[in-house]
């Protein structure tokens, strides 16, 4: 089974883009953070930030579209792709994606002030 569950920040506003016949596309990378710790002896073993690059597709992707921006909190379910490519100058890459198949916004929505309601 490949299952990848990751609770993170949004690093940098989503790229979506639309391919064969209007399929939306979306791209953004996503921080996951472990928290640090102190060993019994008294080393302090400092936070680890790890940064996924993931990938949603279709109407998750128009979603991330609308309503997903930078330092967003989010849940992503999905699986781990692993791929390679060739540059231009002929060295192999190797790119490890996450494909989203279940997202949850986990920041707080922000709410406008009504017009008319401002206290005095």
Not at 33 to 46: A, D, I, K, S, W
Not at 98 to 115: D, R, T, Y
Request: proline content about 4%; hydrophobic content about 35%.
């Amino acid at each position: 089974m490949n299952k990848v569950m990751l609770i993170g920040n949004v690093g940098r506003e989503p790229e979506v883009r639309y391919v064969d016949q209007g399929v939306a596309c979306a791209r953004f990378s996503l921080a996951t953070t472990e928290r640090g710790y102190t060993l019994p002896n008294g080393t302090q073993v400092p936070d680890r930030t790890d940064w996924h690059t993931v990938v949603m597709w279709r109407r998750l992707a128009e979603i991330v579209e609308k309503y997903v921006h930078k330092g967003d909190k989010l849940y992503v379910e999905g699986r781990v792709r692993y791929s390679t490519y060739d540059d231009k100058q002929g060295i192999r890459h190797q790119v490890t994606e996450i494909w989203g198949e279940n997202m949850e916004m986990l920041s707080p929505k922000v709410v406008a002030p009504a017009e008319g309601n401002a206290q005095q």
